[in-house]
């Protein structure tokens, strides 16, 4: 069974880090690209970054580049988001999954909350 675990929300206050973790199982998710995501309240989930399979090609939305890093550990099957500089527009709740999504059965996700 394919599993995505999210991990590693929390409250900061603007300027602030969070590193989140997701744990992934059931698959092969070492030959996957992989990508965070992330949906605020009252709004479409979006996009916020993803990596090749290697770790060689990472890719970011606009509003997150040069403050968030991805980075994924294959021998763990753990993917990370390295989040510094936080904005109070960063509110969502975060979840991971391949990039594109193909794991149809998303994660519960983590709640993170940037306070201003």
């Known amino acids: 069974q394919v599993q995505l675990v999210e991990s590693g929300g929390g409250l900061v206050q603007a300027g602030g880090s969070l590193r989140l973790s997701c744990a992934a199982s059931?698959?092969?998710?070492?030959?996957?690209?992989m990508g965070w995501f992330r949906q605020a309240p009252g709004k479409e989930r979006e996009f916020v970054a993803a990596?090749?399979?290697?770790?060689?090609?990472?890719y970011y939305a606009d509003s997150v580049k040069g403050r968030f890093t991805i980075s994924r550990d294959n021998a763990k099957n753990t993917v990370y988001l390295q989040m510094n500089s936080l904005k109070p527009e960063d509110t969502a709740v975060y979840y991971c999954?391949?990039?594109?999504?193909?794991?149809?059965?998303w994660g519960q996700g983590t709640q993170v909350t940037v306070s201003s």
């Open positions: 999954n391949t990039q594109p999504p193909t794991v149809t059965s």
């Open positions: 990596i090749s399979w290697s770790g060689g090609s990472t």
């Open positions: 059931g698959r092969t998710f070492s030959v996957y690209t």
